[in-house]
């Protein structure tokens, strides 16, 4: 369309590709008359629908009440609007600095992310390597195996979402029998989870995939199994002979952040019984304390996680703690946008994290020690902690020891679950 057309004709098509149609109508009407006052261009439209959806998720003043007052400046033109609009993201950002501020209960409005299960046939077996792992941060090598493809838990954060399309939850229909088919090496120790692609446990044994993976650790004891939920979905694992390689972990956030934020996932009591009755069986557990999320309270409420978890269980019991926060690529970002979800989840100074977006160092640190200074020292002598997804230059200041590489640190990792497996075996 020629730039020499009305502006009004030409919004439209500004428009297209940004997050405008996500606005209330009222937000909408409002950005349509600034754009058109001051003759906004197609990046100004991208960045103010940005910021106005922010602020509206995020319950901040909307964006009509944030525009500034353009009398008090001496510019015009486009000066004028690039000054006006520099403004609004400074308030943003100054938004996005200070700390969350959640409901306990949550939102009135909660999502699932993907709800229709369906039965395909696969090419092949979904093994492989960790996919959020980067040569960037310390890993642990962890290999994952694809036993579903998606998950129907509405995790604002999550990514899994974005790396499948649609909202099917696939089960490969022959996957009990590729997997029965697999040969590894029987002198090495592999750790596979099955929490990448999906959750472990919502499932249970639909389409047999939880027998298949129970049979595969029985053939393999020189597997450690990994299955990573947060659910409480375990009755088929009650019901079953449970090998010793079966690690089950629970991935574990204050109530806030699971009312808010874990849409569709078990409450944490529900999550911490249903880890009680695994250990109660003799099975090995864990916990994941991923994403820890910084808002008011955080202290408080993670320090009263940690003490549950720490009077629920010994340390024998438990093989891993791991710490992580949130940690986003551009793609996730945008579909959380795009997804019109009700979240603060963005509500976080998001900087450069290793080629990924996150906290600053100064709060990861904050976090991460807090955590597990909560620890009594039994824990932290008994059991395995470690930081997921993150830098080595965090290790040393939260917990005061380093591996010097991966498979130093995939090492020590497999040497604490072997001692466990064995112990627990006895
Ligand atoms: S540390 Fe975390 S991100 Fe890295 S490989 Fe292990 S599970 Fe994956």
Not at 281 to 296: D, S, T
Request: hydrophobic share 35%.
């Amino acid at each position: 369309m020629p730039r020499s057309a009305p502006y009004s004709t030409r919004f439209p098509s500004l428009v297209k590709q940004t997050l405008f149609h996500r606005l209330p109508d009222e937000q909408q009407a409002i950005i349509e008359s600034i754009a058109g006052e001051y003759r906004f261009t197609h990046q100004d439209l991208r960045q103010i629908c940005e910021i106005a959806l922010d602020l509206h998720l995020w319950e901040e003043p909307d964006i009509e009440q944030v525009w500034p007052d353009p009398s008090s400046s001496p510019r015009t033109g486009k000066a004028l609007r690039q000054a006006l609009i520099q403004q609004v993201v400074q308030y943003w950002e100054d938004a996005k600095s200070r700390p969350n501020c959640y409901p306990l209960n949550g939102p009135q409005e909660r999502i699932s992310a993907a709800a229709k299960p369906v039965e395909k046939l696969k090419g092949k077996l979904g093994l492989g390597y960790c996919p959020v792992a980067s040569p960037k941060t310390l890993c642990c090598n962890l290999m994952t195996l694809d036993a579903v493809d998606n998950c129907g838990f509405g995790c604002t954060y999550c990514s899994i979402q974005s790396f499948y399309d649609g909202k099917e939850i696939s089960f490969d229909q022959d996957f009990a029998n590729k997997l029965a088919q697999l040969e590894i090496d029987p002198d090495k120790t592999y750790h596979i989870g099955t929490g990448q692609s999906s959750d472990s446990l919502m499932w249970g044994n639909s389409h047999g995939v939880l027998d298949a993976l129970l049979d595969f650790a029985r053939r393999y004891p020189n597997v450690i199994l990994e299955l990573k939920t947060k659910s409480a979905n375990i009755s088929h694992l009650l019901k079953s002979e449970l090998p010793r390689n079966i690690l089950c972990t629970w991935s574990l956030n204050t109530e806030t952040i699971i009312n808010n934020e874990e849409h569709g996932t078990a409450s944490l009591e529900k999550r911490l019984a249903a880890a009680r009755a695994i250990a109660d069986k003799g099975g090995i557990v864990g916990f994941h304390f991923h994403p820890m999320v910084h808002y008011e309270q955080w202290e408080a409420d993670y320090q009263q996680v940690i003490k549950a978890v720490t009077t629920k269980f010994k340390p024998e019991e438990v093989a891993l703690v791991s710490l992580g926060t949130l940690t986003f690529i551009k793609p996730v970002i945008r579909d959380i946008r795009e997804r019109g979800i009700s979240t603060k989840i963005l509500k976080m100074p998001l900087l450069d994290a290793e080629g990924k977006l996150s906290y600053p160092d100064d709060i990861k640190i904050a976090l991460f020690s807090h955590a597990w200074n909560c620890f009594p020292e039994s824990w932290r002598q008994q059991v395995f902690f470690y930081l997921c997804m993150e830098h080595q230059r965090f290790w040393e200041p939260v917990f005061g020891f380093n591996y010097k590489d991966n498979q130093a640190f995939e090492t020590a990792m497999k040497k604490a679950y072997l001692q466990k497996i064995s112990v627990t075996s006895t």
